[in-house]
Nanobody, 120 residues
Framework: QVQLVESGGGLVQAGGSLRLSCAAS????????IGWYRRAPGKQRELVAT???????NYADSVKGRFTASRDNAKKTVYLQMNSLKAEDTAVYYC??????????????WGQGTQVIVSS
């Protein structure tokens, strides 16, 4: 069984920063691509950033230059550093992780979500 625990959300003023974390635990051999998503009130879920096992990243145009995804494979943890936050970044943020288990099939998991509120 695999568990994902997200942390780091909160309330911040526009222009501020937050760092989200997503820690995986359980019977994990390795982690493949990780995605950070967000869902704002009344909007569809949006892919914010991805980071591959090798560390290659991609970002939504709306966050390029402001958000940085990173990962610590040894700790099985991925991060999303969010700088220059804007009111429109307000959303619940989710990590999505593709896990290679010690045994069994590759499966994907979602974090529980962490709320980010940016006040203008």
């Amino acid at each position: 069984q695999v568990q994902l625990v997200e942390s780091g959300g909160g309330l911040v003023q526009a222009g501020g920063s937050l760092r989200l974390s997503c820690a995986a635990s359980g019977s994990i051999f390795s982690i493949n691509t990780i995605g950070w998503y967000r869902r704002a009130p009344g909007k569809q879920r949006e892919l914010v950033a991805t980071i591959t096992r090798g560390g290659s990243t991609n970002y939504a145009d709306s966050v390029k230059g402001r958000f940085t995804a990173s990962r610590d494979n040894a700790k099985k943890t991925v991060y999303l550093q969010m700088n220059s936050l804007k009111a429109e970044d307000t959303a619940v943020y989710y990590c999505h992780v593709e896990v290679v288990p010690v045994s069994g099939r590759v499966s994907d998991y979602w974090g529980q979500g962490t709320q980010v509120i940016v006040s203008s």
